[in-house]
Structures are given as C-alpha cells and as structure tokens.
C-alpha cells in the first residue's frame, strides 16, 4: 500500500485546475484517504513542499506537472469500484505516480480526479 500523504501530494501536484475551493480539493483527497487528519497531514504537506498554496478557502496547485494519459494512466480489466463515485466497473482506469498507483477510476472519474474536468 502508498503512503497516503505521498500519493495525496503527488495527486496535489498533479492537478490541472488553476485553482481550487477547499472543498473540492477534499473530493479529490477523499479518494486517498477518508481520514481528515490524514487529508489536513496532506494538505500541510503540500503546502510546505511548495506543491500548493492556500488562500482565502482557495488551493492553488503549482502547474506543471500534468498526469499523461498516454503513459502515466493505465487501464485494467476486472470487476472494480471506483473510487470516486463508488460506481461498478469492468474496465478501472488507474494512475500512476512514483509513490504508486492510484485508482480504479471510471473514465469520467479519472479526469475530474486530474482536473481534465
């Protein structure tokens, strides 16, 4: 298993948005962890590596670092749930960071998770 603060910062540093309320950033962590001393452990962490900053409810990630899915996201078939929305699914959509693979996701899922969406 990843370490969860390592693969929330990884995902962090890896969104698309220009910035985000708190919440959905949550949303986002939520699929890491549903610990929220865990999801505070990632944010300060993040914050302190210079991966994000925060302001007035706003989390503005650093840009740059983008997840490819032509390399950095892999499909898998099986029986899966997704683990954003919880939905049943046969093909998982997975992401892969150097601190490990993260997913499954659907397929809208995994953009929305990136910021694609």
Known sequence: MSDPVELGCELLEHCEDEALELSAAVDRLET??????????????AEK????TREDGLIRPRRGAFVSFESEVVTKEGEFSCRRCGAGLSTGH????????????????????????
């Open 94 to 117: 997975f992401i892969r960071f150097e601190s490990g693979e993260h997913g499954p996701f659907g397929s809208s899922c995994v953009r929305k998770v990136t910021g694609r969406e």
């Open 49 to 52: 590596r210079g991966i994000i």
């Open 32 to 45: 890491v962890t549903t610990d929220p001393h865990l999801t505070r452990e990632i944010l300060d962490t």
